[in-house]
């Protein structure tokens, strides 16, 4: 799916003001291993994902605990940074070369000038983020970790062939070793 497209099932609107959101967007190729934020510092930037898969993680005293592997057709920030101007809770790597569409954070602030309607788009975008979160979270609660891994394997196949598994097992709450085990299982 092209930015365009994704813009359009985002926002629900005008040719105009997709066409004006679309503008501002530049692209940004990325090496494998790059850092595309780092924790602490202030995130500037939301980027669609065109190309390539990173991942959002924070480091405690003794792991680091993979939130997110990002992939095509997502978008990607440090929402709380990006919004708020706090420092980054999260680091960003590229686990892969990535072609990003990123919009400064100057940029869009303009929207609200420019597009008439921008308040209702950003709050059905934030809700959108924040459902995901609401979903997540359910899962955490009511599924096994067979489940999970079950359900995360149905939506995102396609990161297993590119993602090193010791980072899904971490998105799923679970070692790699209870990943292996799952995965020998079924």
Request: net charge negative; aromatic share 14%.
């Amino acid at each position: 799916m092209e930015i365009k497209d994704h813009l359009f099932h985002l926002f629900e609107t005008s040719t105009q003001n997709i066409s004006t959101i679309q503008a501002k967007f530049e692209r940004r190729d990325i090496q494998r291993a790059d850092l595309i934020l780092e924790s602490g510092k202030l995130c500037q930037e939301l980027s669609f994902i065109a190309s390539g898969f990173c991942r959002v993680y924070k480091s405690t005293e003794d792991k680091e605990v993979t939130q997110w592997i990002g992939s095509p057709g997502y978008f990607l920030t440090d929402l709380s940074s990006f919004l708020f101007d706090q420092k980054a809770n999260w680091n960003i790597e590229a686990l892969t070369p990535m072609t990003l569409w990123t919009l400064k954070k100057s940029d869009y602030h303009l929207f609200e000038q420019e597009i008439p309607d921008w308040n209702i788009f950003e709050k059905r975008f934030v809700a959108k983020c924040f459902i995901q979160m609401e979903n997540r979270i359910f899962d955490f609660i009511a599924l096994t970790a067979e489940e999970r891994y079950q359900q995360y394997f149905e939506h995102h196949k396609t990161l297993f062939q590119h993602v090193p598994l010791q980072y899904i097992a971490s998105v799923l709450g679970m070692s790699p070793e209870t990943l292996s085990r799952i995965r020998k299982k079924i």
